[in-house]
C-alpha cells in the first residue's frame, strides 16, 4: 500500500478537465510544498511536469497545473489531449519516522474516452 | 543538454551479482543526487535510495537496505545500483533520476534516466 492515496483511474473526454487528487498527512503534503507530478506514458521513463505543488517546468504545457489543500495536492489537466493518456504519480518528502525522505503515490492511470 | 544514459537490459540467474549504471552529463555531476526507483511489472514507483556525489553518501529505502548498494564513480559522473545476489522478486525496470535536495530534502527528481531493464529467472 502506498503512502500516498491517488485514485486507480480517472477519465475524460477530449477538452474536458480532469483533476487527480493526492492524499496524505501533516507529515508529508500538509507539511511541505515539495510535491512534484510525473506523467508516465507506457514503456517510457516518468517525466517531471509539476514540481513544488504548483510550478511547471520549462516545456510543459500550461494545461498542467497543480495545487494544495491541507493534506491533499491535486493535478488538474485542461483541454485534455489524447496525449495525457498516461499513468500520474504524485511524490513528496515527508518527516514521518522512516529514514525514507520521499512518499509515492499509487499512480493514477488516465483515459482519455 | 541534461541527461542520464542507463546500462542496457541484464537478464540474470538467481544468487548472481550484477551492477548497473546511470551517467550524467550536461550538468555540474556534483550538485544533484541521484536516486534510484524501482518499478516492477505493472506496479508503482518506488524509491530505493540516492547517493550525494559531493561526498558519495548513501541513503536507502528500509525495503532495499542490506540487499544493494548505491555507488559512483565522480571522474566519469556515473552512478551505480549493485546487487550482490539477486531474487526472482528483483524483476523490474529501474530507473535513476538527477535529484536536487534543500539539505537533507529532495525537492524532485529530474530528468529520469531510460530504465534498465532487469529480469532475474532460473
Known amino acids: 500500500q502506498s503512502a500516498l492515496t491517488q485514485p486507480a483511474s480517472v477519465s475524460g473526454s477530449p477538452g474536458q478537465s480532469i483533476t487527480i487528487s493526492c492524499t496524505g498527512t501533516?507529515?508529508?503534503?500538509?507539511?511541505?510544498?515539495?510535491v512534484s507530478w510525473y506523467q508516465q506514458h507506457p514503456g517510457k521513463a516518468p517525466k517531471l511536469i509539476i514540481f513544488d505543488v504548483a510550478n511547471r517546468p520549462s516545456g510543459v504545457s500550461t494545461r498542467f497545473s497543480g495545487s494544495k489543500s491541507a493534506n491533499t495536492a491535486s493535478l488538474t489537466i485542461s483541454g485534455l489531449l489524447a496525449e495525457d493518456e498516461a499513468d500520474y504519480y504524485c511524490i513528496s518528502h515527508t518527516s514521518s519516522s522512516t529514514p525514507t525522505p520521499v512518499v509515492f503515490g499509487g499512480g493514477t492511470r488516465l483515459t482519455v474516452l | 543538454e541534461v541527461q542520464l544514459v542507463q546500462s542496457g537490459a541484464e537478464v540474470k540467474k538467481p544468487g548472481e551479482s550484477l551492477t548497473i549504471s546511470c551517467k550524467g552529463s550536461?550538468?555540474?555531476?556534483?550538485?544533484?543526487?541521484i536516486s534510484w526507483v524501482r518499478q516492477m511489472p505493472g506496479k508503482g514507483l518506488e524509491w530505493m535510495g540516492r547517493i550525494d556525489p559531493s561526498d558519495s553518501s548513501a541513503s536507502y529505502s528500509p525495503s532495499f537496505q542490506g540487499h544493494v548498494t548505491i555507488s559512483l564513480d565522480k571522474s566519469i559522473t556515473t552512478a551505480y545500483l549493485q546487487w550482490g545476489s539477486l531474487k526472482t522478486s528483483d524483476t523490474a525496470m529501474y530507473y535513476c533520476a538527477r535529484t536536487p535536495h534543500n539539505g537533507d530534502f529532495p525537492r524532485w527528481f529530474d530528468p529520469w534516466g531510460q530504465g534498465t531493464l532487469v529480469i532475474v529467472s532460473s
Open positions: 501533516s507529515s508529508d503534503v500538509g507539511a511541505y510544498f515539495h
Open positions: 550536461g550538468y555540474d555531476f556534483s550538485t544533484y543526487w
